[in-house]
């Protein structure tokens, strides 16, 4: 049959070769199967946790076909912003393009912290770099952190003076 209202036919397509148990859902493991970052490795599976999560309107645990459609634009956007930070079209992003994303982001983040991301997330090797997966991962939870900060910090100074089970709850509502 042809694509439900508001759903790309190419997605409807994708989708029913990603459905591989034919349950009209994607799972985690089906998402992390049919997603392939530009070295050829898999999504990380935190990663399609937190896309399922953030696409799954019944809180299932996994995706119908809107919510694939809708996932596949919201890649395809990152993947564009990923492509203008990857300068030198390596396929990843270095510390360097992470340090200038961040900027151009509006982030004004030290370089130690940029380094404690690239430590977390990029895959081990002598020039560690984040790929696609983990640049949207990183680019989400900074997102929804910061919108958390901001809840707190009403007048905008950059500070806020929190206790420790209100930073918990903070980040804890926070990690989709």
Known sequence: GGAP????????S???AVDADGSGYIS???LQQALLNSNWSAFNDETCVLMINMFDRSRSGRM?????????????????????????????????????????MGYNLSPQFSQLLLSRYAQ?????????????HICMQLQSLTDAFREKD????GNVRLGYEDFLTMVMTRML
């Open 5 to 12: 209202p508001g759903v790309d036919p190419e997605a409807l």
């Open 14 to 16: 994708w989708f029913r």
């Open 28 to 30: 985690v493991k089906e």
């Open 64 to 104: 119908d076909v809107h919510g694939f459609s809708a996932l596949l634009r919201f890649i395809q956007q990152w993947k564009n912003l990923f492509q203008q930070y990857d300068r030198d079209q390596s396929g990843s992003i270095s510390f360097e393009e992470l340090q200038q994303a961040f900027s151009q």
């Open 124 to 136: 081990r090797s002598s020039t560690p770099s984040i790929q696609l997966d983990r640049f949207i």
């Open 154 to 157: 009403t007048g905008m100074v």
